[in-house]
């Protein structure tokens, strides 16, 4: 069975940081693109980076790019994301999972995902 395992979440104050973990077990990890996405209270699910499995490329959509940053540690099956100067419009549920369509990273589309996680909620105070 496929898990994917997500911590790191908390509250912390606007300008603050925090490093979410991902870890997986069930596959070889090494072989899959990973993304970690978010998900506010009646907001769409939406994709805030991806570490590639053929390369080392990254992707960030320009809401989070400069402030968050993915890498992966593929003898721990672990993935990071470290986040800097957070701002309250971070605040939400943040969840990883294994891109089963493609090994490097393009803009984060959900559907090309499987084996979430159960997510792990981060909140950003103002």
């Known amino acids: 069975e496929v898990q994917f395992v997500e911590s790191g979440g908390g509250l912390v104050p606007a300008g603050g940081s925090l490093t979410l973990s991902c870890t997986a077990s069930?596959?070889?990890?090494?072989?899959?693109?990973i993304g970690w996405f978010r998900q506010a209270p009646g907001k769409e699910r939406e994709g805030v980076s991806c570490?590639?499995?053929?390369?080392?490329?990254?992707y960030y959509p320009d809401s989070v790019k400069g402030r968050f940053t993915i890498s992966r540690d593929n003898a721990k099956k672990t993935v990071y994301l470290q986040m800097d100067s957070l701002k309250p419009e971070d605040t939400a549920v943040y969840y990883c999972?294994?891109?089963?369509?493609?090994?490097?990273?393009?803009?984060?589309?959900?559907?090309?995902?499987?084996?979430w996680g159960q997510g792990t909620q981060v909140t950003v105070s103002s």
């Open positions: 069930g596959l070889t990890f090494g072989d899959y693109a």
């Open positions: 570490a590639s499995a053929a390369d080392s490329s990254t």
């Open positions: 999972a294994a891109n089963t369509m493609r090994r490097r990273c393009v803009a984060p589309r959900v559907y090309e995902y499987d084996y």
